[in-house]
């Protein structure tokens, strides 16, 4: 494998991590105050819907990714009174958010654009273009770094670089802050704080709704950078990914990239590499496309080790009179 293959394979890894990597912080802070979240498939397949067909309404993808984290918030706000106010079980909210995304985006889409259930392909303006750093071309002659720096660093969309500096950001707001801390103990033990008399219910909800800015920001990436447009189902489990990948990383944002990364990379490979001729028999392409989903269950059953979720995590807060 020469080095514009590797490039090639890793300029796919990082683009294919990205929506894996937003959903994966945004699940981090949601668990991190104690509010399991399997809703965040949903949330992204809403914000996919609503950013694409906004960009192409107006041409504008800055609006579209304005509706995309609207509709998220929304559904972060849904599962928010349904788990914190009304104290509803957190996992059948966030299976029913899944199911409701899954039937309204096609119904939606159906009755605006009559295209069974997509939107059209954006152009122009309605899709995020790709960045050219500094230096870019007149790096690139040099050997390895250059191909490096102009092929692989450089060239993405602004919400890839988005997404890869809210990993330092949140590892700084999480550990490095006072609103981090009463985070992680609303998540740990949320009757300490309210002795403290800090409202668990006011931490909670900061907590969905920075889950359902950065799920928006992730379905915005799905439809209007990674790919052009909406289609139904385009999230394709990556909600479930970013949750394995968050239960790999222990709940901790620089693993948490790692195990994104990784999952990217596996994805990566499996797109690239269809149809493999062993000689004796050629690897089906349907076997590829489920490669990573695979590779995903052997690692979280074997590689993983003991995970501690969060204490408090999945059981509403009671107030004690």
């Known amino acids: 494998m020469d080095l514009d293959t590797i490039i090639q394979v890793l300029d796919s890894t990082i683009r294919l991590s990205t929506p894996l990597l937003l959903a994966c912080l945004a699940g981090l802070f949601s668990e991190r105050a104690g509010?399991?979240?399997i809703g965040l498939e949903g949330k992204m397949l809403m914000s996919a819907f609503f950013s694409a067909a906004v960009a192409f309404t107006t041409g504008s993808v800055w609006l579209g990714l304005l509706a995309g984290v609207a509709a998220s918030?929304?559904?972060?706000?849904?599962?928010?009174?349904?788990?914190?106010?009304?104290?509803?079980?957190?996992?059948?909210?966030?299976?029913?958010?899944?199911?409701?995304?899954?039937?309204?985006?096609?119904?939606?889409?159906?009755?605006?654009?009559?295209?069974?259930?997509?939107?059209?392909?954006?152009?122009?303006?309605?899709?995020?273009?790709?960045i050219t750093l500094p230096l870019a071309e007149t790096f690139r002659p040099i050997p390895v770094f250059g191909p490096i720096y102009a092929d692989l660093i450089s060239g993405h969309s602004i919400l890839v670089y988005v997404a890869f500096a809210c990993v330092p950001l949140?590892?700084?707001v999480l550990f490095r802050t006072r609103f981090g801390l009463r985070l992680r103990a609303v998540g740990e033990a949320p009757e300490a704080v309210d002795t403290a008399?800090?409202?668990?219910?006011?931490l909670r909800f900061a907590a969905v709704m920075i889950c359902g800015?950065?799920?928006?920001?992730?379905?915005?990436?799905?439809?209007?950078?990674?790919?052009?447009?909406?289609?139904?189902?385009?999230?394709?489990?990556?909600g479930y990914i970013a949750l394995a990948a968050l239960i790999f990383a222990k709940w901790r944002p620089w693993y948490a990239m790692g195990a994104c990364l990784l999952f990217g990379f596996l994805q990566a490979i499996a797109l690239r590499y269809q149809n493999i001729d062993l000689g004796a028999f050629t690897v089906p392409v349907q076997f590829m496309d489920a490669l990573p989903y695979i590779?995903?269950?052997?690692?979280?059953?074997?590689?993983?080790?003991k995970a501690i979720p969060p204490r408090a995590g999945g059981e509403p807060y009671v107030?004690?009179?």
């Open 319 to 321: 107030k004690e009179r």
């Open 170 to 172: 949140t590892w700084w």
């Open 35 to 37: 509010i399991f979240d």
């Open 213 to 238: 800015v950065l799920c928006g920001i992730a379905g915005a990436y799905l439809a209007t950078g990674l790919q052009a447009g909406f289609v139904r189902e385009m999230t394709a489990g990556r």
């Open 295 to 305: 590779l995903t269950v052997v690692i979280l059953a074997g590689f993983v080790g």
């Open 73 to 130: 918030l929304v559904m972060s706000a849904i599962h928010g009174l349904a788990s914190i106010t009304f104290r509803g079980n957190q996992l059948i909210s966030g299976v029913a958010l899944n199911f409701l995304a899954s039937g309204m985006t096609v119904l939606i889409a159906q009755d605006w654009f009559s295209q069974g259930g997509r939107t059209p392909s954006l152009i122009g303006a309605g899709r995020f273009s790709e």
């Open 197 to 202: 008399g800090i409202s668990v219910t006011g």
